[in-house]
């Protein structure tokens, strides 16, 4: 007679719960026992790491060909602190590759492998994921056309043919403004060379025609239309900025295409890019060829709240920390990225801090020996940036915790208190 026969669903679920248990135990004496039992160890699946998602579009020289990347990031997972993790020379415990826990010569090791390449024609101006549906990329070229792609219908190695979903048509000149909506799924804004703005919807598709021709055309600016981008608040609201050294905000709901709702005219030069602050819908940040970085209120543009400086050439892309309201990422042409917080403009400094830069200037990353072309915060691993530059170089890098903590002296008495 079988002995399990009498047991009831209960008993044999609490068996089972104690069988997993002795499992448990006797794996993690197996694990506490291993350094001094085996000189090597590789087990799968590991799961000290993440995997993250990177989009690339190259920019090769010459006839090579380019391509639309897709790489996979695998970061360590945070780890808990390690007295035999302490660094004398950094005064640090832990980081990256410099946990007790990590294994191999390089410590946990960042990898990086690009998992799909899909053939562009020519140079990748600028290339961005639609964020309500990641798998739809959308892509500036040089020849002005803009194109999108759906990477679940590409395979993962290229053909040599270009095939691109959908080509949108209108531009005359090449562009690097671009930037999908995050509200309204398939809208699309793009700013160009030729000194116009358009607005697209790309969800009027059809499958009887890969073109498609801009909902709206804007001719608010007198120049060269650097960088577009959607307010993160408000659907109606479009951010604009131009050589013509102004940034200007459209209304898509005024019939007028040929005039902003508003504008504000506070750099000595070229606007190179703009961003919303995510987390305050009145506070917007513009990168220029001045060398600055602009800061306004959107309830008064006629002149800046505040100009931060700090670069030493051109300020090329800006953005703000996604979690972060005060934090604000820079790139610039003197190979240089800054964090600025702007929670500490106009804190008082001693003479030697004044050396150092701005009470604000937070962290400066000297990583690249060229331009830099682009960077991008991580959104699921706060103060993780991806940043490119001109000579192709990509590095994934995280400020260390000593830097981004906050120090003590800097909390509030009521708040030691407490």
Same mark, same amino acid.
Request: aromatic share 8%; net charge negative; glycine share 6%.
């Given at each position: ?129 639609? %964020? ?5 990329? +959308? /892509?500036?070229?040089? $020849?002005?056309? #803009?194109? *999108? @792609? &759906? ?30 909506? %995050? ?5 699309? +804004? /793009?700013?160009?060379? $030729?000194?116009? #703005?358009? *607005? @697209? &919807? ?47 905000? *459209? ?168």
């Amino acid at each position: 007679m079988d002995d399990d026969v009498g047991m009831t669903i209960e008993e044999q679920r609490e068996d089972e719960n104690i069988d997993e248990k002795i499992i448990n135990e006797e794996y993690k004496t197996w694990k506490k026992n291993a350094p001094f039992l085996y000189d090597l160890m590789l087990s799968h699946p590991d799961k000290n790491f993440s995997t993250h998602r990177l989009l690339i579009g190259t920019h090769t020289s010459k006839e090579a060909n380019n391509y639309i990347q897709i790489a996979h990031v695998q970061l360590p997972n945070p780890t808990s602190p390690d007295v035999r993790d302490y660094d004398e020379d950094r005064e640090e415990i832990g980081g990256y590759g410099n946990s007790a826990n990590s294994t191999g010569k390089d410590g946990a090791g960042i990898k990086f492998n690009i998992v799909q390449k899909i053939d562009h024609p020519g140079e990748v101006n600028k290339a961005r994921y639609m %964020p309500q549906n990641p798998n739809m990329i +959308a /892509t500036m070229c040089v $020849d002005g056309r #803009v194109m *999108v @792609w &759906d990477k679940a219908k590409h395979t993962s190695v290229p053909n040599g043919t270009p095939n691109p979903q959908i080509e949108l048509l209108g531009h005359k000149r090449e562009g690097f403004g671009l930037n999908w909506s %995050p509200h309204d799924q398939g809208h699309l +804004a /793009t700013g160009s060379e $030729d000194k116009t #703005v358009r *607005v @697209w &919807d790309v969800t009027q598709y059809s499958k009887t025609s890969k073109t498609l021709a801009p909902q709206r055309t804007y001719t608010h600016h007198a120049d060269i239309v650097s960088d577009v981008e959607y307010h993160p608040h408000h659907k109606m609201l479009l951010g604009t900025v131009s050589d013509d050294c102004t940034v200007q905000i *459209v209304d898509t709901r005024q019939s007028s295409t040929s005039s902003s709702a508003l504008q504000g005219r506070g750099h000595e030069d070229a606007v190179n890019a703009l961003s919303f602050n995510p987390g305050s819908e009145f506070i917007l940040a513009t990168a220029s060829a001045d060398k600055t970085v602009g800061i306004w209120d959107l309830r008064n543009l006629d002149a800046k709240l505040h100009a931060l400086e700090g670069h030493q050439d051109a300020v090329t892309s800006l953005a703000w920390h996604p979690f972060e309201e005060a934090i604000l990422g820079s790139a610039s042409y003197d190979r240089r990225m800054i964090f600025w917080d702007l929670s500490k403009i106009g804190d008082e400094q001693t003479p030697d801090d004044q050396e150092d830069g701005p009470p604000e200037l937070m962290f400066m990353h000297g990583g690249h020996t060229n331009h830099l072309s682009d960077f991008s915060w991580n959104l699921n691993d706060p103060w993780v940036v991806c940043s490119a530059a001109e000579d192709n170089l990509i590095q994934v890098w995280k400020v260390a915790n000593a830097i981004i903590g906050k120090d003590t002296e800097d909390v509030p008495t009521e708040e030691l208190n407490a």
